[in-house]
Nanobody, 123 residues
């Protein structure tokens, strides 16, 4: 089992920045690719970005590319989502998830999920 706890959400004005953290415990963190997802009210959960086990490779949804950055610190068992130039449409609950199968794992194949943290962007 891997337990994931997100933090860092909150209320921010459009154009502002937030950094989310996801702390992992349980099995070896570096064995898992990590993903960030979000779900806005009335919408399906969607992919935001993911990072490989080593942290060398990342990829992002087009909607956040160039504004969001994922990083990880395997020594601290933590993955981060730096969000810049936030827009009102970024408002959602943000989730981190762990995938043993690697970087390009589809949403429904992620093994473990956190409880989420709310991000609200005011315009």
């Amino acid at each position: 089992q891997v337990q994931l706890v997100e933090s860092g959400g909150g209320l921010v004005q459009a154009g502002g920045s937030l950094r989310l953290s996801c702390a992992a415990s349980g099995r070896t963190f570096s064995n898992y690719a990590m993903g960030w997802f979000r779900q806005a009210p009335g919408k399906e959960r969607e992919f935001v970005g993911a990072i490989s086990r080593s942290g060398v490779s990342t990829y992002y949804a087009d909607s956040v590319k160039g504004r969001f950055t994922i990083s990880r610190d395997n020594a601290k068992n933590t993955v981060y989502l730096q969000m810049n130039s936030l827009k009102s449409e970024d408002t959602a609950v943000y989730y981190c998830a762990a995938a043993q199968s690697g970087l390009y794992t589809p949403l429904d194949r992620y093994d473990y999920w956190g409880q989420g943290t709310q991000v609200t962007v005011s315009s």
